[in-house]
């Protein structure tokens, strides 16, 4: 793996770069823009009043804020590479479960695990990592992967909307759990290093 990485023809940090811009990305179902199409298709599907979808989404929000100090200190302790890994998995699969989500309490528990690790967890990972590929050009690598929130805040809602109309919410969070666990976690896996002395790089 090293004599591959260091035979490509430019720094190994702007792939980085474009993997974190991609966890950005994926951040999309645990971040309000995304989850606010679904509040209507929850009203309609299970008769609930839409305080009762709110209240329960701003407290699992709260107290997966609460929860995010632990995040950062695995994140110290594991490295990005290893967290990202599971942060994805962990995410992807809460997708999965939010898609057969059959009542308030099961609502509760996906919209804290999606908070907890799409908006607070896989939002912290490339934050902590980029830098760490980059002195003179940090500002301008951070810039790059902003691009990644861009996207994700033009894409998720109109995605989520037009999925939903053609099919359904419950597909729709099985589409985000298949494109995190298949896609992103064995892209984190393989080519996500924590820094560059990993592949013999200053």
Not at 13 to 26: D, E, K, P, Q, T
Request: glycine share 8%.
């Amino acid at each position: 793996m090293k004599g591959n990485i260091l035979r490509f023809p430019f720094y190994y940090g702007w792939a980085i770069v474009l993997i974190s811009a991609l966890a950005v990305f994926f951040s999309g179902p645990g971040q309000t823009y995304s989850n606010s199409i679904f509040i209507d298709e929850y009203i309609q599907h299970f008769g609930w009043s839409r305080s009762e979808v709110s209240g329960i989404y701003s407290a699992a929000t709260l107290c997966a804020g609460i929860l995010m100090m632990f995040v950062g200190r695995f994140v110290d302790k594991l490295g990005q590479r290893k967290m990202m890994v599971v942060v994805g998995l962990v995410l992807g699969a809460a997708c999965f479960f939010n898609s057969f989500a059959v009542n308030i309490w099961m609502v509760a528990a996906g919209f804290f695990l999606i908070r907890l690790f799409g908006q607070g967890s896989m939002t912290l990972l490339p934050n902590t990592l980029v830098p760490q590929w980059f002195i003179k050009k940090r500002g301008r690598a951070m810039s790059f992967m902003a691009v990644g929130s861009f996207a994700s805040a033009a894409l998720f809602p109109v995605l989520n909307a037009w999925m939903i109309e053609k099919w359904n919410w419950q597909f729709t969070w099985q589409v985000w759990g298949f494109l995190l666990v298949f896609f992103f976690v064995p892209l984190a896996f393989f080519c996500v290093r924590n820094q560059p002395e990993d592949i013999g790089l200053l």
